[in-house]
């Protein structure tokens, strides 16, 4: 396997609290190779977002440590001109609400042209329109060069998402951060939004990054898998084999909480919710909402351990008993 494009290693991000640091992030470490696909998955504060952000340099005020390279360099405490110079260019980003990340004061096609000029002073105003038209009709939006001319308020929210992913990869980016990038949208739009970016991934050979709550997202638009639980990841593997047979019971709560066409019972939500990063439980975070959980669960926080084709962190799964 060719080197990874981008390597994250023991990633952690805390904020500052009334009580002291707040971390959010935990030791996250992943990979992503040249053309293809990596979802992060979990329910909402599981730091999936902030990670991503963390190794672009966008989270002004947070204490970060760990490693986040970029083809062998190194982003964490890179200059803000080094950064500058990589987002965009070589990291592009769909962030996840395109109707408060597009400015409502330009047109879209200025927005678009303003990503190429930021890494291209030699690009004329003309050339960067004209190549604007072309990234809106590569997305599949409609009369290209009239929306092009349109402020984001006048499109639809496919259409603004579709702008989004136009401006990640007006560039040519080496790898592509999607951020939730069907949130809010309807099923059929969804699945239009996931072959663009689908698509482009081939074309291309972008590597993928799909951050989402959406297992039904990932199961079509991804290689591998990390699931993410109270700020680390607690497993991660190729994502046919997870989804086939999951290690950790968060990950198997997942899927059982799906509705499915080929299951006659209905969907088994998790119970509880999940922990608050200023008050972690001690041991397993995941313990107090286990159905398999025992005492070894509240006392140490378990390694990722390899397990067949993936790995989990789980104390009980992980035990000789249970392979």
């Given at each position: ?173 080496d790898v592509l951060i999607a951020d939730e990038p069907t949130t809010a949208l309807d099923v059929t739009v969804q699945a239009q939004i996931l ?8 074309e291309q050979g972008i590597g993928l990054v799909l951050i989402t709550h959406d297992l039904g997202v990932v199961a079509g638009n991804a290689d ?57 439980p001690t041991g397993c975070p995941f313990h107090p909402r286990c159905p398999l959980a025992v005492d070894a669960c509240r006392e140490a926080e ?22």
């Amino acid at each position: 396997m060719p080197e990874p494009v981008l390597v994250v290693d023991d990633l952690h991000v805390s904020f500052r609290g009334p009580d002291g640091p707040v971390p959010v992030v935990r030791g996250v470490s992943f990979e992503v190779h040249e053309g293809g696909s990596l979802a992060v998955v979990g329910e909402s504060g599981s730091g999936k977002t902030v990670s991503m952000l963390a190794v672009l340099g966008l989270l002004p005020g947070a204490t970060v440590r760990g490693s986040a390279r970029y083809r062998g360099t190194e982003l964490l405490g890179a200059s803000q001109a080094r950064l500058r110079a990589v987002r965009g260019a070589h990291l592009g980003m769909i962030f996840q609400d395109p109707m408060t990340s597009l400015n409502p004061v330009l047109t879209v096609g200025r927005q678009i042209a303003g990503v190429l000029r930021a890494h291209d002073r030699r690009l004329r105003s003309a050339a960067a329109r004209a190549r604007a038209v072309e990234l809106l009709d590569l997305v599949s939006i409609p009369q290209p060069d009239r929306r092009a001319r349109a402020y984001p308020h006048e499109l639809s929210g496919g259409m603004r998402q579709r702008v989004m992913i136009a401006m990640a990869v007006a560039n040519r980016p080496d790898v592509l951060i999607a951020d939730e990038p069907t949130t809010a949208l309807d099923v059929t739009v969804q699945a239009q939004i996931l072959d663009v970016v689908t698509r482009l991934r081939r074309e291309q050979g972008i590597g993928l990054v799909l951050i989402t709550h959406d297992l039904g997202v990932v199961a079509g638009n991804a290689d591998r898998v990390a699931i993410m639980y109270a700020g680390r990841v607690v497993e991660d593997g190729p994502m046919t084999a997870t989804f086939a047979s999951p290690g950790h019971p968060y990950t198997r709560g997942l899927l059982a909480s799906l509705p499915r066409l080929d299951r006659r019972r209905d969907p088994v939500p998790i119970g509880g919710a999940p922990p608050s990063p200023s008050s972690w439980p001690t041991g397993c975070p995941f313990h107090p909402r286990c159905p398999l959980a025992v005492d070894a669960c509240r006392e140490a926080e378990p390694d990722l351990v390899a397990l067949g084709d993936a790995r989990v962190a789980c104390s009980v799964v992980a035990a000789p008993s249970h392979r």
